[in-house]
């Protein structure tokens, strides 16, 4: 790494302002210009989005919650130290970040942010969702968020306390379903088809049907 | 952005799951894939670091950061880093916008827009894959071995400072969100020592700092504005708390 | 707004002043004249106050006004007070919308949009004229007849609320700038008992309050990022204060 | 005017969102529909117009300076009153506004903004020039006004203190220029050519050439 004390910012950076204002056109210039320059290689981009198309995704987190839902021992552990704990499942890989895991219970919901940009625990999720990433979520659901997740169909009790979890370091949080009374007895497969993403991030709970 | 007025309803038209679908919506459009990859292969180069090019995409000047999309935001910031980084001159980048546009016109770029679609190479260069993957955090991480004791505990009251977090740079970059600043919490976890944006985003290195889980409640941050009663939970590093008064 | 980062130099291309011309640039377009004189009429109305018009202008949806010119701001809040207020419908905004958009697609617009120049008409109702200039500040003002003694002495250490300035009202209306929020200053002069904005501009009447005009050193605003020592002088309305700890 | 508690304020409104985005089309669909219903007149949108063009602009605020400079009472008036100093001279009008006047010396020098809006002493200065509704000037003058007036030409001494009104009421803020040695002997109507609008804002110092 060289050393960036040197390196001079500038107090605004404007250059992207000389794109082209259609984004297809904007990206294909850039893409000429890293290619000829050697600095990235078609094939790496090829990967990097058949990583992301193809290879990781909300499944991940499911196979995570799954488990703990079957596996009493497992989620002790998820909700002490989930980074070690999901690096014990072959089928998710080793995980850099410090992923936290938040249980929901009958009288807490979470539900998780990121006002600053849009952090999230990808390898567990994938790629967020649009409305994950918009001004709108990210500016209302700290201030109301029953207001937020009633947009979602998610009506909580007022009983029940809501816990916003604002990514703001490179902590990862990852909400904890409750597991319903229906999924008693269906196995670790077909329970995953029923953790979905907006489940793991805190807009919907869990539904059998 | 957090807590801030004048925004509508959320758009949930085309994210609504059906059913029980366990898919993210992955890219709506190739050049969206695009963007994010080049973000990925560049920070992987190691050149600059992750909490460069989050102040990279945070210091956007105001009405482009606002009317950016998620991918737009990402492009124009990596396009700035180039720059900004000497690995492109702003004559050369000049030059391939001109380019673009010309072949655009006279109907060359049609083709090339429509992409094959990426089928994946499992062959690519083993340090390119290991460099992303560690960009990805499937490595690295940003806890740091370090001698430094936690100054708070669990359960104690702290406040959060106010007004300039970052003492090296005016208008620094910083991970203390407007929201939470000058606002009373209680110490939820200790998370360890963790690289230290605020320096860390402007080359002076990673300085890592104690990080904690601060919760707050809704009422002390947004006053009577908060919907009813709910906590709030941030992750803050030592130097934005201080003991409550 | 104020002390915000992110902002490059002026642009002064097109109003640096020749010489000693003594003139404004008045307007730069006729469509400019146009929703000035709009705004103007219609506030003359007496419907609604200038503080309503301010809340409407300060409340558009932050991507709009960042990128709105300051006529557009302007035209854009006079469309939302005028559906709020109910003096026209959406289905008439739609309608006609879609009319001029027509005349416009079928050249019928063009004549018109080549307006006679003003030529400006000194026999128009008196009414209309001094209600406008009414608003203009010619008459009316601010400032009211009150048994309310000020609260704060001239040179007496203050410091400014911090959090919801507008107690009423979810995010309402304000006149105290953020930066200026939670801050330090000293008193530099009364200035009499003046309607309350935060109050009249959300319909619940003018309530006026004691205005002071605070003196705040740049520092204390601003901490680091100010750049040398300077002051800053606000006007305050008595609610905005309290006693310095 | 009406119970104005009985209006419902939306959380935001978005009204304007439906017109055109060609601004000259939006402003026609407005006037259009501003005529239909009889709120307000052709006459009038020309009177309000011609009023700004021709006959309120910064040779108001000049002529109020200039009489300062002559008249050492007037000066003290203007400087402690300046609402009912200026009503003293026939040829400007009635002021509604609390209009301040702040004067600048050998050690003090005055500039006026409004970071909330634009607010600006209409009745003497006109319709304020693009740079003073800026984001640019409006966000930078309060943080660093040395740097913003070297924009403008203007460099002070570090000895000279700025200061730097935020126009945030109803008061409106008027710079009292010093008067420079060239421009002694000059009568008033001579003097007036010197008092630009610029001068008066405070982002500019009187050049007598």
Same mark, same amino acid.
């Given at each position: 790494m060289k050393n960036q004390k040197e390196i001079e910012y500038p107090d605004v950076a404007l250059n992207h302002r000389s794109l082209p204002s259609d984004p297809e056109l904007r990206v294909r210039a850039i893409e000429t210009l890293l290619l000829e320059k050697k600095l990235i290689k078609t094939e790496s981009i090829d990967a990097i989005i058949d990583l992301y198309?193809?290879?990781?995704?909300?499944?991940?987190?499911?196979? &995570?919650?799954?488990?703990?839902?079957?596996?009493?021992? !497992?989620?002790?552990?998820?909700?002490?130290?989930? *980074?070690?704990?999901?690096q014990e499942l072959p089928y998710i890989g080793k995980q850099g970040y410090?992923?936290?895991a938040v249980e929901n219970t009958k009288t807490?919901?979470?539900?998780?942010?990121?006002?600053?940009?849009?952090?999230?625990?990808?390898?567990?999720?994938?790629?967020?969702?649009?409305?994950?990433?918009?001004?709108?979520?990210?500016?209302? &659901?700290? *201030?109301e968020p029953r207001?937020?997740?009633?947009? !979602?169909?998610?009506?909580?009790?007022?009983?029940?306390?809501?816990?916003?979890?604002?990514?703001?370091?490179?902590? *990862?949080?990852? &909400?904890?379903?409750?597991?319903?009374?229906?999924?008693?007895?269906?196995?670790e497969k077909e329970l995953v088809k029923y953790i979905t993403r907006d489940v793991m991030i805190g807009t919907a709970l869990v539904k059998v049907s | 952005m957090g807590g801030r007025f004048g925004y509508g309803p959320l758009n949930l038209d085309n994210v609504k799951l059906k059913g029980h679908e366990n898919k993210s919506n992955v890219f709506d459009k190739p050049w969206h894939a695009k963007v994010w990859a080049f973000a990925h292969l560049t920070g992987a180069l190691g050149i600059w670091n992750l909490d460069v090019s989050r102040r990279f995409r945070e210091s956007l000047p105001i009405n482009d950061y606002v009317n950016f999309s998620y991918y737009e935001k990402w492009l124009a910031a990596l396009t700035n880093i180039l720059v900004c980084y000497k690995l492109v001159t702003e004559a050369e980048l000049n030059k391939v916008v001109e380019e673009t546009i010309n072949k655009q016109r006279s109907g060359l770029g049609t083709d090339e827009a429509k992409n094959k679609k990426c089928t994946g190479n499992p062959n690519w260069d083993a340090p390119d894959r290991i460099a992303v993957m560690k960009t990805l955090g499937w490595g690295g991480g940003s806890v740091r071995e370090s001698e430094l004791k936690p100054k708070f505990l669990n359960g104690e009251k702290v406040e959060t400072i106010f007004g300039n977090p970052n003492?090296?740079?005016?208008?620094?970059?910083?991970?203390?969100?407007?929201?939470?600043?000058?606002?009373?919490?209680?110490?939820?976890?200790?998370?360890?020592?963790?690289?230290?944006?605020?320096?860390?985003?402007?080359?002076?290195?990673?300085?890592?700092?104690?990080l904690y889980t601060v919760e707050f409640s809704s009422r002390d941050l947004f006053g009577k504005d908060a919907e009813a009663y709910h906590k709030v939970f941030l992750d803050c590093w030592e130097p934005y708390l201080r003991r409550s008064r």
């Open positions: 198309e193809n290879k990781i995704g909300p499944i991940n987190g499911a196979k &995570v919650i799954a488990r703990a839902w079957i596996d009493k021992k !497992f989620k002790e552990r998820l909700l002490s130290d989930a *980074r070690s704990a999901i410090n992923i936290i807490v919901h979470n539900v998780v942010v990121c006002t600053l940009c849009s952090c999230y625990p990808w390898s567990l999720l994938g790629i967020p969702p649009s409305w994950y990433k918009s001004d709108q979520y990210r500016a209302r &659901v700290v *201030r207001k937020v997740l009633s947009e !979602f169909g998610l009506k909580l009790s007022e009983k029940i306390e809501i816990r916003v979890w604002d990514s703001t370091s490179e902590l *990862r949080y990852l &909400v904890v379903p409750e597991k319903p009374k229906e999924a008693d007895g269906l196995v | 003492p090296d740079v005016k208008g620094g970059h910083t991970r203390l969100p407007g929201y939470a600043m000058g606002r009373e919490g209680i110490i939820y976890a200790y998370r360890g020592v963790h690289v230290f944006p605020d320096k860390n985003a402007h080359g002076f290195g990673e300085e890592p700092q104690p």
